[in-house]
């Protein structure tokens, strides 16, 4: 099976290919450009170096998030504009699982976290399973308080195996906060790898793909005008 | 017979998500515009992180749309065509990326495209016959621009407006009469049984630059008619509001527009943009024209709200004169007329 797969939903803008389990080829950048600027030229860049022929690629995997609003819409759209002129099916891969790969070798959980700004995170928490690619995962995805979010960590009261670019964010509020033993990432391990994400797109093959057009981001977090909305509306009734 | 060119072009710089195929710059072959304006309705404008997450919902199915409507197959287009600027940068990204990204899969050229030359080039389509030179006003919710064309993709800025767009002034001006977004449409269907005399607001020059606009003082102005009506108890006729504020908009923009066209001694004239929709607007501009012996030129409304087709028949133009961007091509949210990038 042929992947084509990127993650463009943080600092880095990530590609990958990956060919019968084997990645052939994984480009990542962590530039102050937009991902609009590299993204598309990376994707030709590992096309033109692995000689990939469009046509014989079997799916397209995107991290669709959550992540920066722009920076999942720059991956989304970059997938469903090639998946629609090539005919190509989409497998969207949730931008924390791929991040929690990094991690495969936690002997405790997993825990992705992204800074989503205003002491907030977007986390997942996982754990993986002997000879499985793919974690389980130990709650859903979440966009909350940071302290929020050790507080849940506490209460699961196992090893914890951080990663993502949160961590060096909140790297003081862990320390506060955490009551669990817990691990820092590396610098290589750190940050989002569209390799991460055409692993998982080769197991979530077998469960279907999807069209183009039903592709879309997960931000886990409304627009703040429609929060406000909200908050209008309800602090009326 | 030279060969035809067929470009598919993309539009998503505000809360429109459409696309078109355009044969040889003049000629529609399909034109899709999925509008957003009910969703925007509720917050009383435009809200660009709303609009962006719509605009990636809906622009596999719009592209796909204009494609099939077209009759064309992807072998058929010569090039890819896709607004980057100006406009709101995060709807502007969905369009640029998607745009590159199809291109770049069909194996087709990408050319990126200025909004406002668009809408310019809104005039092509409606009218085969006209060629620049002429004169030309913008008039939308973003521009207000007065433009020498000087040739195809060659354009002097001869006034802009210095503070609000016109369609902005419209907005806000409807806004506070109570008849809600979006205001251009509301006011100018009002404006019609109401006295467009019944006011006097100001006609504001700009300082000491000519052609040059500016709508927030005639804004204040109708607010401050409207606060001092209410405080003395008298009562406010929205309909003349309406019509007498419609009426110091066109008489400013039909004054500079015509005293520019003398100058530079044009005998053609054409708008464009959402505002030049407006009837009160078309009337005064064909009226003022005739009396100049100018022709006048304007698209149907359905070229003059932001759509793609003028956006092909603008990148027709660039195409043909050897234009062509990179992969890396960015979104440009105040990209300048005339500017490439």
Known sequence: MKILALD????????????????????????????????????????????????EVDFLAVANGPGSFTGLRIGVATVKGLAESTGKEVIPVSTLEGLALNVNYADGLACPIMDARRSQVYAGVYRFKEGEVKPEEVFEPVNCEM????????????KV??????????????????????????????????GNIAVLAEVYANEGSKKACDVTPIYLRKPQAEREREAMLNAAD | MEKDINILAIESSCDETAAAVVRNGREILSNVIYSQIDLHT???????EIASRKHIDKINQVVAKAVADSGMELKDLDAVAVTYGPGLVGPLLVGVSFAKAFAYGAGLPIVGVHH???????????????????????????HTHLVKVEDYGQYEILGRTEDDAAGEAFDKVAR???????????????????????IKF???????????????????????????????GETIVTEDVAASFQQAVIDVLVGHSMEAVEKYGFNKF?????????SGLREAFEKACAEKNVEFFLPPPILCTDNAAMIGSAAYYEYIKGTRHGLDLNAVPNLKLGERV
Do not use: W
């Open chain 1, 161 to 194: 195996y951080f990663t993502g670019d949160g961590v060096p964010v909140y790297r003081e509020i862990i320390e506060n906060n955490l009551k669990v033993p817990y691990v820092l990432p590396n610098p290589l391990n750190q940050y989002q790898n569209a």
């Open chain 1, 8 to 55: 463009s939903s943080g600092l880095v803008a990530s590609v990958a290919y990956l060919e019968d389990g084997k990645i052939k080829g994984n480009l990542s950048y962590n530039y102050q450009k937009t991902h609009s600027q590299t993204l598309l030229p990376m994707l030709d860049s590992l096309i033109k170096t692995l000689e990939i022929d469009l046509k």
């Open chain 2, 116 to 142: 406002i030359e668009g809408h310019i080039c809104a005039n092509y389509i409606a009218n085969k016959d006209l060629k620049p030179p002429f004169m030309c006003l913008i008039v939308s919710g973003g």
């Open chain 2, 270 to 278: 054409a708008i464009a943009g959402g505002v030049a929709s407006n």
């Open chain 2, 202 to 232: 100001p006609r504001a020059k700009v300082g000491d630059s000519e052609f040059d606009f500016s709508f927030s003082g005639l804004k204040s102005a109708v607010l401050n008619y409207l606060n001092t009506a209410s405080m003395n």
């Open chain 2, 42 to 48: 509720l917050y009383g404008g435009v809200v660009p």
């Open chain 1, 147 to 158: 302290v929020r979010l050790c507080e849940r960590l506490n209460e699961l009261g196992e």
């Open chain 2, 176 to 198: 506070a009469i109570g008849l809600g977004y979006p205001g251009g449409p509301k006011i100018d269907r009002v404006s019609k049984s109401g006295n467009p005399e019944a």
